[in-house]
Structures are given as C-alpha cells and as structure tokens.
T-cell receptor, first 111, second 116 residues
C-alpha cells in the first residue's frame, strides 16, 4: 500500500521568505503526483500536477519537483505572502483511480 | 461548470440517527470518490465508483456506511445509525477516470458532519 508522508507538519515563516515543503512516497511506480491547497473549512484546490515523465512543474511562485527514484517531491514557494497561509497536501494515485494523501503541511505566513 | 456539488454543507445530528450526504459530480466525469477527513487520520478514501459501479469499498469503515450511485449525475453516502466517531468532513470528488490520471480530479467543498 502506498504511504505518503509530508514534512514538516507545520511551518511558520515571515512574509517574503522562500520555503520548501516535502513529500515522500513508498512506491516509486507512480503515474503522477499532485499538490493541493486546502484553506480552513474549505475543499481542496489543485495547485500543480507532475506527470511521471516530468521532473518539475511551475505555476507562478510555485515550483514542484519530482524524483521518482528516491520517492520524493518538493513544493517550493518563492517570496511567500500571508495569502499563502493554508494546508498543503500532496497526493499520488494508487493502483487504481483513487488518491493517497499525505497528512499535509500547515503553513502560516506572518506579515 | 459548477464543479462538484455536495449537500448539505453542514450537518448536526444526534447519535443513532440516519445521515445522508449527497454529491453531484462534474458532467462527463465517469469516476466518483468519497473521502473522509479527520485531524487524526487525514484524508481517507471510503469508496469509489467508475461508470456508476462501485470498484473499491475497502475503505468503508463498517456496515453502518453505505454508498450508492444510481446514475452518472448523483451519488449518496449514508450512515445508519450514526455515531459520534463519525464526525468528520466528508468530501466527494470526481475525475475523468483514466487509471492514475489526476487531470480533472476535482473536489467538492465537503460536508462537515457532527454527531452529538
């Protein structure tokens, strides 16, 4: 069974800092990996999807990398802003159609 | 497109009562998923359907939980009888259904269930 782990569980940084969130998975035979954002009391919003053939994806200030061989992905957030405060979840599909999620990293960016 | 629509947004019920959660997937998506989110366990898959057929229900906690998808545009998750430990946020998601393909994977806003 695919296990997904996210480190750290919580992170607090001052506005303007660059930061890295980590995700590891136990089964490297994945099709792709996705990063989501969840605001308090809300659903999940897709941020970045990395296909297994790719090494990274970028969207604005966000950059996600994927290293299948080592079972790791990172989400890099440049020049963090208070509006980036949320929980960030990574997910990989299992052998079927469903997603296995990490427990997330709760990010707080202080002004 | 209105996205994945869940109802109700919030539900408070007494222990022992029946609870029914509803989901309308995105039109054209042929896979539908029910997840449960708690602080302790994070997001867990309960069941998923492909082309209205239940494919994997191994995440359903016990017989008190049941899910149906009578047609491509509607699904229900029922808990009978409900217990306080069922309190959680229940999410519905839909996707295009290709194996391992996360494109188009869209979540609803969730139903926050509180059983007192």
């Amino acid at each position: 069974k695919q296990e997904v782990t996210q480190i750290p569980a919580a992170l607090s940084v001052p506005e303007g800092e660059n930061l890295v969130l980590n995700c590891s998975f136990t089964d490297s035979a994945i099709y792709n990996l996705q990063w989501f954002r969840q605001d308090p009391g809300k659903g999940l919003t897709s941020l970045l999807l990395i296909q297994s053939s790719q090494r990274e994806q970028t969207s604005g200030r966000l950059n996600a990398s994927l290293d299948k061989s080592s079972g790791r992905s990172t989400l890099y957030i440049a020049a963090s802003q208070p509006g980036d405060s949320a929980t960030y979840l990574c997910a990989v599909p299992n052998s079927g159609y469903a997603l296995n999620f990490g427990k997330g990293t709760s990010l707080l960016v202080t002004p | 497109d209105a996205g994945v629509i869940q109802s109700p947004r919030h539900e408070v019920t007494e222990m022992g009562q029946e609870v029914t959660l509803r989901c309308k997937p995105i039109s054209g998506h042929n896979s539908l998923f029910w997840y449960r989110q708690t602080m302790m366990r994070g997001l867990e898959l309960l069941i998923y359907f492909n082309n209205n057929v239940p494919i994997d229900d191994s995440g359903m906690p016990e017989d008190r939980f049941s899910a149906k998808m009578p047609n491509a545009s509607f699904s229900t998750l029922k808990i009978q009888p409900s217990e306080p430990r069922d309190s959680a946020v229940y999410f519905c998601a839909s996707s295009t259904g290709r194996t391992g393909d996360l494109r188009g994977y869209t979540f609803g806003s969730g139903t926050r269930l509180t059983v007192v």
